[in-house]
């Protein structure tokens, strides 16, 4: 998978070229990392990227034709057709079943925009698609094109583990995960459940997923509405529900 960023803060990257599993998927040339730098295609002497917007207001906007040239060059140097996507507040939001559709591409042009964003004309021309990670404003595209590799990146066959360790992360199937322990058994008093230690494999699944719908229920429940349960996801949330409202009974009872 190939990644060519167009950023005025090339050096902000080596955060995910540098460690983790990037860092090693890079080393194995599974991923590929490029930065084209607006700034390289100015020509004037101070690399001016921005300039004021029309008909007034505050900020600035990126000048179109550093960007243009930097997508361009990049266009070139890559063999296959990339998708070149624009990071903004505006864009879709990127969640997981998005991201197992973005995947299938080999190829990616990550734009970066900064300050007030870039010009309208330049979206029209130039952007396959605009993506966002969020409703809120941070300063520029570099973060959101950072989540955008590492999510990616996760789904590369092999470079996290076997296929189904990826399937128990949260969201994949729609769901929060459940909740995790480690060594040791004991800590302050608190005991990891039994069934974990049971060794019974059939007991322990239907244990986890009972857990991630109660946990999906508590932290997430706009997630429950959008997914059509299966008969036994049914019984088993409304099993935790009643464990939940039993629990919370007995702590008011010792209170």
Same mark, same amino acid.
């Given at each position: ?107 990616? !042009? *990550?734009?970066?925009?900064?300050? &007030?964003?870039?010009? #309208? +004309?330049? $979206?029209?021309?130039?952007?396959? =698609? ?104 049914? !019984? *088993?949330?409304?099993?935790?529900? &009643?464990?939940?409202? #039993? +629990?919370? $009974?007995?702590?008011?009872?010792? =209170?």
């Amino acid at each position: 998978m190939e990644f060519n960023i167009v950023s005025i803060f090339p050096e902000m990257f080596n955060i995910i070229k540098n460690y983790g599993i990037i860092s090693k998927a890079i080393k194995k040339n599974i991923i590929k990392i490029t930065i084209w730098n607006p700034r390289d295609y100015t020509s004037d002497q101070h690399h001016t990227i921005d300039d004021r917007p029309y008909g007034g207001g505050s900020g600035m906007l990126m000048k179109v034709k550093p960007l243009l040239t930097a997508i361009e060059y990049a266009k070139k140097k890559i063999k296959n057709n990339a998708k070149i996507i624009y990071l903004s507040p505006q864009g879709k939001k990127l969640n997981q079943k998005s991201v197992e559709k973005l995947s299938k591409i080999s190829s990616f !042009i *990550l734009i970066c925009g900064r300050y &007030k964003g870039i010009d #309208e +004309r330049l $979206i029209l021309s130039s952007i396959d =698609e605009e993506w966002s990670i969020g409703d809120y404003i941070i300063s520029g595209g570099e973060l959101p094109a950072m989540i955008f590799i590492d999510t990616l990146s996760r789904l590369i066959p092999d470079l996290i583990g076997k296929k189904k360790y990826i399937q128990e992360d949260s969201f994949y199937n729609g769901l929060l995960d459940c909740p995790q322990y480690t060594r040791p058994n004991v800590i302050n008093g608190m005991h990891v459940p039994k069934i974990l230690l049971s060794g019974h494999h059939a007991k322990i699944k239907r244990w986890k997923l009972k857990q991630s719908l109660g946990v999906t229920w508590l932290k997430r429940p706009d997630l429950l509405k959008i997914i059509d349960l299966s008969k036994e996801q049914k !019984i *088993l949330l409304h099993e935790f529900k &009643k464990d939940w409202k #039993e +629990r919370k $009974i007995k702590i008011n009872l010792k =209170e």
